[in-house]
C-alpha cells in the first residue's frame, strides 16, 4: 500500500497528519516544485492544495503512477 502524500501552505497541510498522511509544507512555489521533485517512490495519491496546484502546472499530468487531487479553494 502507498503513501498518501498532502502538499501544500504549511496552515492547510498540518490537519492531515493527523489522519495519517504524510505532509509536505511548502509555502512558495520554489517550494512546491522542490516538494514534489522529493516525493517518495512509494507515494500513490497526492493532495494539493489549490496554490500548490498552480505552482505544479502541468507537473502532475509527468505522472501518470500518481493519483493526484486538487482541494477545493
Same mark, same amino acid.
Not at 497526492?46 to 496554490?51: K, N, R, T
Given at each position: 500500500?502507498?503513501?498518501?502524500v498532502?502538499l ?5 497541510v498540518?490537519?492531515?497528519?493527523l ?5 509536505f509544507?511548502?509555502?512558495?512555489? /520554489?517550494?512546491?516544485r522542490g516538494r ?5 517512490d /512509494?507515494t ?6 489549490p496554490?500548490?496546484?498552480t ?11 500518481l ?7
Amino acid at each position: 500500500m502507498g503513501r498518501v502524500v498532502v502538499l501544500g501552505e504549511s496552515l492547510v497541510v498540518a490537519p492531515f497528519a493527523l489522519a495519517g498522511a504524510i505532509t509536505f509544507p511548502a509555502d512558495d512555489p /520554489d517550494s512546491v516544485r522542490g516538494r514534489w521533485e522529493a516525493l517518495p517512490d /512509494d507515494t500513490s495519491v497526492v493532495i494539493l492544495s489549490p496554490a500548490a496546484a498552480t505552482a505544479l502546472g502541468a507537473l502532475p499530468a509527468g505522472r501518470p503512477d500518481l493519483l493526484t487531487v486538487t482541494m477545493p479553494p
